[in-house]
């Protein structure tokens, strides 16, 4: 799965299709009619987690990845499903799996960039106040919460706890502030670590417990199970990471 570090250098790289005009759009997807963006020019293409947003003149295309997204650039020889494809008279774009829709209102009425981890605009101090409303819930499942750290995927999630010695299965309420404090801010410099790992294509080689065999500090073998109530997969050290419950 994609996740925010990684569909930021995505956005990065279709950079230079902002300013250009869009010569032809198209989709296999029956309830997204393409011909409104034809002659349209792009303004913007930003991020919101795990969103590829595109801003035309006064309107937006809003672009979630989900699981299977993908995107590629100047080729279009992907076989999933087709949800939109731009060609420019400079290159083209395409989108593919993963939803696609229009946007009328204004980006800050729909979006809250504040929960956006990556975001010039994240509110630390707000994710601490909403981790406070679900005391009885796994942290594991709170990290992944978007409405509370948009954009934040397992490998943060993960990797975070295992910076801050926290086992997944660890409930909110447990955690004394300090700790909780603690764990968003090693979410945050989490991601911005994995931006730079990725854009030198050396990430794999820096995750201590995501999809690893041994703990990097005890050689122990690391825990690889279901957690919480989404069944997804936790990984972490049973030596470093304390349960607090
Ligand atoms: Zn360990």
Same mark, same amino acid.
């Given at each position: 799965?994609?996740?925010?570090?990684?569909?930021?250098?995505?956005?990065?790289?279709?950079?230079?299709?902002?300013?250009?005009?869009?010569?032809?759009?198209?989709?296999?997807?029956?309830?997204?009619?393409?011909?409104?963006?034809?002659?349209?020019?792009?303004?913007?293409?930003?991020?919101?987690?795990?969103?590829?947003?595109?801003?035309?003149?006064?309107? #937006?295309?809003?672009?979630?990845?989900?699981?299977? *997204?993908?995107?590629? &650039? !100047?080729?279009?020889? $992907?076989?999933? @499903?087709?949800?939109?494809?731009?060609?420019?008279?400079?290159?083209?774009?395409?989108?593919?799996?993963?939803?696609?829709?229009?946007?009328?209102?204004?980006?800050?009425?729909?979006?809250?960039?504040?929960?956006?981890?990556?975001?010039?605009?994240?509110?630390?101090?707000?994710?601490?106040?909403?981790?406070?409303?679900?005391?009885?819930?796994?942290?594991?499942?709170?990290?992944?919460?978007?409405?509370?750290?948009?954009?934040?995927?397992?490998?943060?999630?993960?990797?975070?706890?295992?910076? #801050?010695?926290?086992?997944?299965?660890?409930?909110? *309420?447990?955690?004394? &502030? !300090?700790?909780?404090? $603690?764990?968003? @801010?090693?979410?945050?410099?989490?991601?911005?670590?994995?931006?730079?790992?990725?854009?030198?294509?050396?990430?794999?080689?820096?995750?201590?417990?995501?999809?690893?065999?041994?703990?990097?500090?005890?050689?122990?073998?690391?825990?690889?199970?279901?957690?919480?109530?989404?069944?997804?997969?936790?990984?972490?050290?049973?030596?470093?990471?304390?349960?607090?419950?």
């Amino acid at each position: 799965m994609p996740e925010a570090p990684q569909i930021r250098l995505i956005v990065k790289d279709l950079q230079p299709f902002v300013g250009q005009k869009i010569i032809k759009a198209t989709t296999q997807e029956k309830d997204f009619e393409p011909k409104r963006l034809e002659g349209e020019t792009i303004k913007e293409i930003l991020v919101f987690g795990k969103q590829i947003l595109i801003r035309l003149s006064d309107f #937006t295309v809003r672009y979630h990845l989900l699981m299977f *997204g993908k995107v590629k &650039i !100047n080729e279009s020889n $992907e076989k999933g @499903k087709l949800r939109l494809g731009l060609k420019f008279s400079k290159g083209e774009f395409s989108f593919y799996a993963g939803t696609i829709y229009y946007i009328d209102e204004p980006l800050d009425e729909v979006f809250d960039w504040t929960t956006d981890v990556m975001n010039p605009k994240w509110d630390a101090t707000k994710a601490l106040g909403k981790l406070a409303k679900h005391e009885d819930e796994l942290i594991s499942d709170m990290l992944i919460d978007q409405d509370i750290f948009n954009g934040l995927g397992n490998k943060g999630v993960n990797e975070a706890l295992y910076r #801050t010695k926290v086992h997944p299965a660890s409930t909110v *309420g447990a955690l004394p &502030i !300090n700790k909780r404090k $603690e764990i968003i @801010k090693e979410a945050v410099d989490f991601s911005f670590d994995y931006l730079d790992w990725e854009e030198k294509g050396v990430a794999k080689n820096h995750f201590s417990v995501y999809l690893k065999k041994t703990c990097p500090v005890h050689g122990t073998p690391i825990k690889h199970e279901e957690i919480g109530k989404n069944g997804r997969k936790c990984h972490w050290c049973d030596e470093c990471q304390k349960v607090y419950a």
